[in-house]
Every structure is written in structure tokens, then in C-alpha cells.
């Protein structure tokens, strides 16, 4: 059995003259909850879909639970669970009815596991799926895949367009389920605070590239808020080291800057600075910062 | 798998109710109206269409909906084989086919069967299975093409249409149908898998597309080639067919009078000077073979209803394959009226020499005509009577023509001349008075046309039915019937093709090997064929070079290995522009993936 539920080598994935994954050379290693996070466009959904063998790369190779994943066998697939932000069900069919075509469907159901976890959520068995809130159709998504106690469970931005309450009860059966006893769990999302709350290990994508790997601590850790008082002309962006994002707020200047230590206060003062303070940064603040970076933007 | 099938029918099952029912009361509505199960093979080909549409439709509507991203790997990603999900999905369409379009048919055969004097054959029942292999087949082809990895694969939409390309009556044409529905789910299986962006890896499911293409690019290519060229040359007010048709052409004669034909088969020869003054002023008459397709037993259709009309007794006579007889009903109070044999009408238990040796077309509501024989009716004493029997290597082309003292016969191989009081009056077998041997194939015969000379007749005989669009010659021949039986042959005139020669070979030039085997197969060859002229064999040649050029080029760029490189540039020289189309369509050029941009440090004030 590997040591990592996803490997991937030098994995590319192109659409037309775009590339959306660009030689991605990724291990997650078995166990605990991985956050994904990155930019629109910074390649996850494309990720998860070569992943599960739903496109192929255009170089390079990636394998899930030890398994090439242009060759997923149906024994394989019943071992990956997989939300995606849309909480794709047959709207159709009743929740009833779904229900129990999944429990047919896979060998390893935990009847337990599914009802604990819909028991966060107001769903009635011969509801029809259209006619479940988002909430309610993320909930029951979630049991339904808890359910088939898989190794390796992907979330893709579950909880996008949930509101506050749908979101928080979403997170806490995602808790309360102790699912990481028994899977990994890749969850991938913009909301920082779930992130927080949630990971053990921070994936940092952009452009089809890993940035970053780390726990979400160690990450905070590198980056510091730098505030000074610079009454005259302000060091060029280019000079100032490590630098991720530069605001002027109020004639202070305010830099987030990466794996810099206390001696970044000694280069500002050095370019006329009156007062410097530094503070640690939350983790919104702290990816806001890393991807804003190279992000790009009109020329000036 | 079971579960999918439940839900995937369950999620249509009343729109298929809902349509069955529509269906059931439609047909309900025709019966009463007319006698569906006689009808002519347009009106099948007509209902064959709507049930295709219905296939096409739900094909569309479903896998629209399932290949969604998210609703694909909803559907895909679970511990089930993807052939497993696909015949979930195709065995509820199945059903809801069978529901909305056979059961309704089923039920209305029955009903005729069961509640009226109608005509019910073996192969009548077997009607529900044709309409349903039709649908069936047109929404797997359907389905195929909705989850094809390339847009031009929609031409697998052209695979039902091989029971129209393959030349089978009754139970083959059953047969042919279903094994479209076996291909086609075949090649569902094959394009069925998680992946919607890749072309199957199976070869032979590769070799079995790139085919069903190209027999689709073939139709296409050669109708809108030759649409194009009809309109291009409308527009231009040069098409031989729309306005004044060239002078000496095959047009021209065939819109000719029968008066100015001859004179013009005649030439200007003086010594026909009086022929053609006769000519002008005989009774004339013209016609041309029409029947050639006659119905054999078992057919599911026939190309007009084997039925006619008793005027005297109101009367409908029908013809039934089981039984080989005619039965009737009245049209009054649509009771039963007995059974027509050959031998007129059978009284009690019909016996093996009252059933016709094969399903007669029905002419002059009167005459009863097989290949070989021709039978006559007679309403006043309701019997039938041989009149004519044609030689084993021959059939009958028309209806008998009466031309002054004499009834013309045009036969496959000969114009056959009777007595015409022997035959209108008598009711006994006739024999040949004289008989004049055709000069060409009847597949090309346009026309023949007849005067009625002081003694004797003036034959014209007018090829080139099919020089528009074939390689035959176009030619009149005019001949002289003695009254003495003698044939004297007075004069034949080439004529000339009223299209360009490249034109006229555009099936061969296009599509040289979908041409070639319908050529080997015998489904186009005419008995005039001439062969093909050196410029058509140099021009295939030309395209069969530029083909492999593009081919190549275009191979290279599709970043294809060096084998499969080769074995396509081969394969398109023989297939020419079908297969270079088909590989356009197949493999685009591989687009190479920009750079990336410029980082720019984002920086807000």
C-alpha cells in the first residue's frame, strides 16, 4: 500500500493554448485533512478531474490510492469519494431513492455514519432532490459519501453558495463524522476560516503549480505584516525583499512580506522609515498575500 | 446497474406513457380512416422517421443532461463498470422505445386483427420490431454522438441508414436493422467511458467509427457536391433540366413529343421521308418502364398497396402474404367478402394453384402482374385468368398499352406485340403476335414510344435514363414493326449528356471506394455501363495523391506516431475524400500551450 493517497509527476493538463496544470509534482501523504487552496483558475478542479480519471494529462502522470488514475478500476472508485461544489444528485429522484441505490451500490456502506451525518439536516426520505435547499442537497451529498466509508474523500468547494447556517452545520457533520479516522480527506475551498478550522496541511496552488506545503501554522509563520512610517519617497517594490503585497493606507505603509525576519524593521528604518511595527498575520491574510503576489493585472 | 435502469426509467416513464398513449390514439384514429397495414412505402418511411426523431430526441435530452461535469462524474465515478452504467441507460431507453413507439403499434395491429375483416400478416407484427429497432438504433447512434469526443463523430448518426443502403426485404431487413442497433450499442459501449475528451482505445472500436464515418461523409459529400453543382448551374441558367435543355441531349429528347421523337430518331435520311410524314400524323403512344422492384413474400412493405377496387361490388381486394390470395372486404359494412386466387374466387379450402407464385402489383385496378406472368380480373364474374407469361429471363416493366389493333407489352428484354381483341375480349393465355428485342438495358431505357404505321408500327426506343448521373451511353434507336413480324432497324442516334463528364462521374471522382463496392456489389451497375473514361481515373488518382499530401501534413501536425502516421496516408489514398475528411475530423492539429505572462507584483494603494 503506498504512503500517499495522490502522487503526481510532473503533471500537465492544457486547454488549447492555455495550461492549466503545468508539470504539478504533488505527494499527499496518507491520512488527516489537506487543504487545497489557489487563485481561480489555479488548476484544482482540473487537478481533481485527471485525478479521477475524468481527463487525461497532457504529460506527466498522477496515481490515487496507489493506482494510475487514467486506469481506475470500479473497485477503485468505490475507495475515492468525491463532492463537488455543485452537489450534483439526480433531481428527479427522491432522497429515499438515492439513497438506496448508492447502498447498493457500495459494498463498504455505513448506514450508521449516513444517518449521523444527515441528522445535521431537515431531509425527508421521499423528498425529491429538486426540491432540497443547496444546504440540504450539500448535507445529504456529504452523508452519501461519508457512507461508502472511502479512503480518500475529495471535496471541492462544498460549501460554495451555502449560506452562513448550511455552511456551519456542512463543517460541523464534516467534524462531528470523525472522518479522518478513517479517510483522507483533500478539501479544497476559498474560505480561509474553514481552512483554519479544518486542515492539517495547506496545498497552496497556483497557475497549475504547488507553491506551498505546510501545515496552515508553519505557513502563518513565514509571512509578518510589516506597518511603517515613511515620510519621504518609499523604497522601490523591486528592492524590498520578500515582498508579497505593498499597500499605502493612510500615508503608512503597510508590507506583507515572506521569510523575513526581525532585521526587515532595521531595512525599512534604513529607507528613512520614522516607526515600523511588525504583527503576525491570519491565514486569510497570509494566502490573500502569497497569491496576490502573481496575480496579474493590466499594465499600468 | 439494476438501481441506475430503475431510476433512469422511472425518470422518463411518463413522458414515454404519455407519448404511447398519444401514439395509440393516433394510429386508432388512421385505422378508422384507412388500412394502415396498406399503405405505400412512403407512408412507412414517413412514421420510420418520426420513430428515428423520437430515438434522436430522447438520445439528445438524456446525455445533454448526463454529460454535464458534474453530472458525469456523479454518474461515472462509482463502483460499477461504466458498460454497466451505459446499458442501465440504454435498457431504460429500450423500454420507453418499446412503450412509446411498439406497444402502441402492437396494440393497434391487434386491434385490427381481432375487430375488423382487415388483412393481418406474419410480417405485420413484425412492424412494432422494425419501428422500435429504428428508434432504438437512431438514439444509440445519438447517444454516441453527444458523448463523442469530436463533433464531426455526429456522423454516426448515419449508421441506420445501412437498412436503406443494404438491399433486404422481410426478415433481412429485421435482421439488418438489428444488427445497426448491435453496432451502434457497440460503439456506445466504446465512447462510454469516464474520459469525453479522448477517442476509444480499442482499435477495432477506432477502425469501426472512422468506417461509419466515412459511409456518412460519402452520402453527404456526394449530395452536396451534386446540389451544389445543380444549383451553381441554375443560378448560372445553364442547367440542361431548368430552362431550354441543350440541343441533341438526353433532356431534350426525352421532353420531345412522340411525333418529333421519331422524326428526329429518323434523321434526315429521304428514304424515311414517308415514315416521317406517317409520324406526324399516326396515334402515337409513349411510356417507359416503371415497375421494377416487384414485392416478395415476407416483405414488411411494398412499393404501392397490393390492393384494388371491385367497382361493382364495392368491394376491396387485399392482397395477403400468408395466404398468397387476395382477400376481400366490403367496403359497406366491412364484412368479410372471401378470398381471390389466381383461379378467381376461392370457394372452401384454398388449394396450392390458387396462390400467386409471388405478391402481384396491381395495374389498371384490373391486371395482376408478378414478374413473370400477368393475370387479369374480371369484375363481372369475379374471375382471374393468365393472360400473359413472360420467359423465366424476363419481367414486366408497364402496364399493357393498347396502340390501334394491338396491345404493346414492354417486357425487360423485349417489346411484345399481341392481338388486341384476342386480348381485350378473350379470357385465355395469349401469344406473342411479334416481338421486338430491346438494344440496351431497361435500367437505361428512358422511353419507348410507338406509332401505328398503314402497316406495321414505328418503334422508338430511347436510352440514357441514367447518363446524368452514371457512366452510360445515351442513344435512340428507331425500328420498324412489319406486320409480318419482321424487325427492321432504321436508325440509331447517339445523343448527347446534357452534364460535364466529371459531373456525371462525381460518385466515383468523391467516393472511389464507397462507389467501387457498390459497383462490385452489383446495387448501382447498369447493364450499358460503359466504364470509366481515362480523365475520371486520372482525376481519382489526382485527389487520391493530394489526399495522402494533406494527410501527411496534417498527421504530423496532429503529433500522431510514425505507424499510425502511415497507415492513415495509405488508407486515405484508397478512400480518398471521405477518409480525408474523416481524419480532419478526427485528429485536429495539436495546439501548442502559451508561455506564461509576465508576473506582475499586485499593489493597491
Redesign the interface.
Known amino acids: 500500500m503506498s504512503d500517499y493517497v495522490i502522487e503526481t509527476e510532473q503533471l500537465s493538463r492544457?486547454f488549447?493554448?492555455?495550461?492549466a496544470l503545468?508539470a504539478l509534482s504533488l505527494r499527499v501523504p496518507r491520512g488527516r485533512i489537506h487543504a487545497i487552496v489557489g487563485a481561480n483558475g489555479a488548476g484544482k478542479s482540473t487537478l481533481f478531474?485527471v485525478l479521477?480519471?475524468?481527463?487525461?494529462p497532457?504529460d506527466g502522470a498522477s496515481r490515487v490510492l496507489g493506482r494510475d488514475s487514467?486506469a481506475?478500476t470500479?473497485?477503485h472508485?468505490?475507495r475515492?469519494g468525491?463532492v463537488?461544489?455543485?452537489h450534483?444528485?439526480?433531481g428527479?429522484?427522491s432522497a429515499e431513492?438515492v439513497t438506496?441505490?448508492?447502498r447498493?451500490?457500495?459494498?463498504r456502506w455505513n448506514e450508521a455514519m449516513y444517518r449521523h451525518v444527515l441528522g445535521h439536516y431537515h431531509v425527508l426520505p421521499h423528498q425529491k432532490i429538486s426540491q432540497l435547499s443547496r444546504g440540504e442537497r450539500a448535507g445529504l451529498n456529504l452523508a452519501l459519501a461519508l457512507a461508502q466509508s472511502p479512503e480518500l474523500l475529495i471535496l471541492d468547494e462544498p460549501t460554495l453558495g451555502l449560506d452562513v447556517v448550511a455552511k456551519r452545520a456542512f463543517l460541523q457533520a464534516l467534524l462531528d463524522s470523525n472522518a479522518t479516522e478513517h479517510c483522507t480527506v483533500i478539501y479544497c475551498s476559498h474560505q480561509m476560516e474553514e481552512i483554519e478550522r479544518l486542515a492539517d496541511n495547506l496545498i497552496i496552488l497556483e497557475?497549475g503549480e504547488l507553491r506551498h506545503m505546510s501545515s496552515p501554522e508553519d505557513f502563518c509563520e513565514r509571512i509578518r505584516h510589516w506597518v511603517a512610517d515613511i515620510p519621504f519617497r518609499a523604497p522601490d517594490?523591486a528592492d524590498v525583499p520578500g515582498?508579497l503585497?505593498?499597500?499605502?493606507i493612510d500615508q503608512l505603509y503597510h508590507y506583507t512580506v515572506l521569510d523575513q525576519a526581525e532585521d526587515f524593521g532595521a531595512f525599512l528604518r534604513a529607507q528613512g522609515a520614522r516607526y515600523v511595527q511588525s504583527m503576525p498575520v491570519s491565514l486569510d491574510s497570509a494566502v490573500n498575500g502569497f497569491l496576490?503576489?502573481?496575480?496579474?493585472?493590466p499594465?499600468a | 446497474m439494476?438501481?441506475?435502469f430503475k431510476?433512469e426509467l422511472?425518470?422518463f416513464l411518463k413522458a414515454g406513457l404519455l407519448y404511447g398513449v398519444l401514439h395509440l390514439l393516433l394510429l386508432a384514429f388512421m385505422t378508422r380512416l384507412v388500412d394502415l397495414l396498406q399503405q405505400p412505402l412512403l407512408v412507412y418511411r414517413v412514421a420510420a422517421l418520426v420513430f428515428a426523431f423520437t430515438g434522436l430526441l430522447l438520445a439528445a435530452y438524456q446525455m445533454s443532461q448526463h454529460r454535464?461535469?458534474?453530472?458525469?462524474?456523479?454518474l461515472?465515478?462509482?463502483?460499477?463498470?461504466p458498460a454497466r452504467i451505459a446499458m442501465a441507460l440504454a435498457g431504460a431507453a429500450a423500454v420507453l422505445l418499446f412503450i412509446a413507439v411498439a406497444l402502441p403499434l402492437l396494440l393497434d395491429i391487434g386491434g385490427v386483427a381481432l375487430f375488423s375483416a382487415r388483412i393481418v400478416d406474419t410480417r405485420h407484427w413484425l412492424l412494432p420490431l422494425c419501428a422500435w429497432a429504428i428508434a432504438f438504433g437512431v438514439y444509440l447512434c445519438g447517444a454516441c454522438a453527444m458523448l463523442a469526443p469530436r463533433r464531426g463523430m455526429a456522423l454516426l448518426l448515419c449508421l441506420p441508414l445501412l437498412s436503406l443502403a443494404v438491399p433486404a426485404s422481410g426478415g433481412g431487413a429485421l435482421a439488418v436493422q438489428l444488427l445497426a442497433v448491435l453496432l451502434a450499442a457497440g460503439l456506445l459501449l466504446t465512447l462510454f467511458h469516464?474520459?469525453?475528451?479522448?477517442l476509444p482505445r480499442a482499435a477495432a472500436a477506432r477502425v469501426a467509427i472512422v468506417l461509419v464515418m466515412q459511409v456518412g461523409l460519402s452520402f453527404a459529400l456526394y449530395w452536396v457536391l451534386t446540389l451544389g453543382v445543380e444549383f451553381g448551374l441554375m443560378a448560372l441558367g445553364r442547367h440542361p433540366l431548368n430552362g431550354i435543355p441543350p440541343a441533341g441531349g438526353y433532356a431534350e429528347a426525352e421532353r420531345a413529343d412522340s411525333a418529333a421523337l421519331l422524326r428526329a430518331g429518323l434523321g434526315n435520311d429521304a428514304r424515311f421521308a414517308l415514315l416521317r410524314e406517317q409520324a406526324g400524323v399516326a396515334e402515337q403512344a409513349a411510356w417507359g418502364p416503371g415497375a421494377a422492384d416487384y414485392p416478395r413474400y415476407g416483405q414488411l412493405t411494398s412499393p404501392m398497396p397490393l390492393e384494388f377496387d371491385d367497382a361493382t361490388r364495392h368491394l376491396r381486394w387485399s392482397f395477403s402474404h400468408d395466404r398468397g390470395l387476395f382477400h376481400g372486404v366490403d367496403l359497406a359494412t366491412r364484412k368479410d367478402a372471401g378470398w381471390l386466387g389466381r383461379r378467381g374466387i376461392v370457394q372452401g379450402a384454398a388449394a396450392a394453384a390458387d396462390r400467386f407464385e409471388q405478391p402481384p402489383l396491381v395495374f389498371d385496378e384490373r391486371y395482376l402482374v408478378t414478374p413473370h406472368r400477368l393475370y387479369q380480373f374480371n369484375a363481372i364474374d369475379q374471375s382471374v385468368h393468365l393472360r400473359i407469361a413472360l420467359p423465366e429471363d424476363e419481367y414486366f416493366t408497364a402496364a399493357p398499352r393498347k396502340l390501334g389493333t394491338r396491345v404493346l407489352v414492354l417486357g425487360s428484354r423485349r417489346l411484345h406485340v399481341y392481338n388486341d381483341s384476342e386480348f381485350l375480349a378473350g379470357t385465355s393465355q395469349v401469344k406473342d403476335l411479334h416481338t421486338l428485342p430491346l438494344d440496351g438495358a431497361i435500367d437505361n431505357m428512358g422511353r419507348i414510344d410507338a406509332a401505328e404505321l398503314l402497316d406495321g408500327y414505328l418503334v422508338s426506343l430511347l436510352h440514357g435514363r441514367q447518363s446524368y448521373h452514371q457512366d452510360v451511353p445515351a442513344w435512340q434507336s428507331v425500328f420498324r414493326l412489319h406486320e409480318d413480324g419482321r424487325v427492321e432497324a432504321l436508325a440509331r442516334r447517339e445523343i448527347g449528356r446534357d452534364y460535364p463528364l466529371l459531373f456525371r462521374h462525381l460518385g466515383w471522382v468523391v467516393t472511389p471506394l464507397w462507389y467501387a463496392l457498390q459497383y462490385r456489389l452489383g446495387w448501382i451497375v447498369s447493364g450499358d455501363a460503359e466504364g470509366l473514361p481515362r480523365a475520371v481515373w486520372l482525376a481519382i488518382a489526382a485527389l487520391a495523391v493530394a489526399c495522402m499530401l494533406i494527410t501527411a501534413w496534417q498527421a504530423r501536425r496532429a503529433g500522431l506516431r510514425p505507424r499510425e502516421r502511415l497507415l492513415w496516408i495509405l488508407a486515405n489514398g484508397v478512400t480518398g475524400l471521405p477518409g480525408l475528411l474523416s481524419f480532419l475530423l478526427l485528429y485536429p492539429p495539436a495546439?501548442?500551450?502559451?508561455k506564461?505572462?509576465m508576473?506582475?507584483?499586485?499593489?493597491?494603494?
Open positions: 492544457s488549447g493554448r492555455k495550461r503545468n478531474r479521477l480519471g475524468f481527463l487525461p497532457s487514467q481506475l470500479p473497485e472508485r468505490g475515492i468525491f463537488n461544489e455543485e450534483t444528485l439526480p428527479w429522484m431513492a438506496a441505490m448508492q447498493r451500490h457500495y459494498p497557475r517594490h515582498l503585497l505593498a499597500q499605502k496576490a503576489k502573481n496575480h496579474i493585472a499594465a | 439494476n438501481e441506475l431510476a422511472g425518470r454535464k461535469p458534474g453530472a458525469w462524474v456523479y461515472l465515478h462509482r463502483p460499477l463498470h469516464p474520459d469525453l475528451t479522448s495546439v501548442q500551450p502559451r506564461r505572462g508576473t506582475v507584483l499586485h499593489t493597491t494603494a
